[in-house]
């Protein structure tokens, strides 16, 4: 279960926006986001790729902060985007318990953690381990979803819609590749 977090001033957290830039939609320039968020309260602000992630610092609890930056967004750009915070710490638990430590090996492109808005229904594992076809796997972690697209991610019937019917709250998946560059920015803002 996703406890409240309050991350001090000092304390950096992980920004990750879902579903933008993608297909020539809902454009969101990576210059433009780290000045939105600059101007939500948040410094230190790294971007990392187009696909909406971020590294700053910022004060509040991650809900707070999430509803913060939702709002400046929403004013930049002129549409909701879904905006979930975690805090260094938490990520960094993230990373030192992954599961499929073969597949981060193997296809880090293909193993992915999803997190949810909300905490995770009780059953959500066993639904989409249902759906998993293939060699895919699926594993609950706390309050992380790990999910190895083995035989592809377009392939697969863990779609976005899916992830999130059964999450009951929007969910985001990042790749093992952009997970560690976001951990290294973590540790450059220690």
Known sequence: ?????????????????????????????????????EAAGCTDVTTYIQSGNAVCRAAGTSEVIEARLEAAIATAFGFHVDTLVRT????????????????????????????????????????LAARCTGDERIALLNDALWI??????????????????????????????TIESLQALLAALA
């Open 88 to 127: 260094a710490g938490q990520w960094a638990q993230y990373v030192n318990t992954a599961s499929f430590p073969d597949a981060a090996s193997a296809r880090p492109n293909l193993l992915h953690l999803a997190l949810a808005r909300r905490p995770l229904p009780a059953a959500a594992h066993e639904q």
């Open 148 to 177: 190895d697209f083995a035989d592809g991610v377009a392939r697969s019937k863990l779609t976005p819609a899916v992830l999130d019917r059964t999450a009951g709250s929007p969910v985001t998946a990042r790749n093992w590749r």
């Open 1 to 37: 279960m996703r406890a409240m977090t309050r991350p001090t001033p000092s304390q950096p957290v992980v920004v990750l926006l879902r579903g933008i830039n993608v297909g020539g939609k809902r454009k969101v320039p990576m210059a433009d986001l780290r000045r939105t968020l």
